[in-house]
């Protein structure tokens, strides 16, 4: 049994929280915080422009000396954003993520934004996968049904 990136959507939602490129770093952090995630997806149009993760804000702001306040968010956002389908898998997803060294992945479908999964996301849906399986051969076994 394979978990779909779809699967996790439905499980989780399909809310995100996004911020527009002109926006202060101080806003997206500020939302980041407000609504206990690490990244906002940049906006602009409709269409997505970047992202914006708490790890971008930390390491940049402070080794380029720039403040929250006065940065705008297109500034530090990352603009080459590794997007997914919900057809991807979570073991896909999972070799995405530790390959570009990323702990977000926003989810297109047809061109159009549907949701955002985390690494947490993918991490709990593959331990959720395992101990079914784990499950299945116990049961299995001992001959329980």
């Known amino acids: 049994m394979q978990t779909s990136i779809r699967d996790i959507l439905k499980r989780k939602g399909d809310e995100t929280v996004s911020v527009a490129s002109t926006a202060s770093v101080l806003e997206a952090v500020r939302l980041m915080a407000s609504q206990n995630v690490g990244a906002v997806l940049v906006i602009d149009a409709g269409r997505l422009v970047g992202i914006l993760s708490e790890r971008d804000c930390a390491r940049n702001l402070i080794l380029e000396d720039k403040s929250a306040k006065d ?18 898998t979570v073991e896909q997803c999972m070799f995405l993520m530790t390959e570009n060294r990323v702990r977000h992945l926003p989810v297109l479908e047809d061109g159009q934004l ?5 690494i947490g996301d993918v991490v709990n849906a593959l331990v959720s996968q395992k101990q079914f399986v784990i499950e299945q051969l116990e049961s299995y076994i001992t001959g329980r049904s």
């Open 114 to 118: 549907i949701g955002i999964v985390s």
């Open 71 to 88: 940065t705008p968010v297109e500034e530090l956002m990352t603009s080459e954003v590794l997007v997914v389908s919900p057809t991807h």
